[in-house]
Nanobody, 128 residues
Framework: QVQLVESGGGLVQAGGSLRLSCAASGRTFRGYPMGWFRQAPGKERESVAAISWSGGNTYYEDSVKGRFTISRDNAKNTVYLQMDSLKPEDTAVYYC?????????????????????WGQGTQVTVSS
């Protein structure tokens, strides 16, 4: 069973930056796509970004394109989310997730149902 542990959340002013990390253990990290989701109070969990197992393909939700960057280090079993130009509407709990299956292609999943393991979440608060 895989364990995912997020870190790097916190309080930042609008326009600032944060870098989230997610360390995986308990299962082979390489070979599985990874994703970042977020959930704000009273809202559904939404996909923010995702990356293929190789790192060659990525997906970004429209509102974060050009501001957030997802990356991974398969040697360190870690996926990152660099968040720049943060806005108050980015305030949410951010979750790391591992794909439910190991695809033969460089596929990037986007839907919640395509992810099988989740971290406990890390709070990101952006003040105006």
């Amino acid at each position: 069973q895989v364990q995912l542990v997020e870190s790097g959340g916190g309080l930042v002013q609008a326009g600032g930056s944060l870098r989230l990390s997610c360390a995986a253990s308990g299962r082979t990290f390489r070979g599985y796509p990874m994703g970042w989701f977020r959930q704000a109070p009273g809202k559904e969990r939404e996909s923010v970004a995702a990356i293929s197992w190789s790192g060659g393909n990525t997906y970004y939700e429209d509102s974060v394109k050009g501001r957030f960057t997802i990356s991974r280090d398969n040697a360190k079993n870690t996926v990152y989310l660099q968040m720049d130009s943060l806005k108050p509407e980015d305030t949410a709990v951010y979750y790391c997730a591992m794909g439910a299956f190991s695809p033969s292609s460089d596929y990037v999943p986007r839907r919640t149902a395509e992810f099988g393991s989740w971290g406990q979440g890390t709070q990101v608060t952006v003040s105006s």
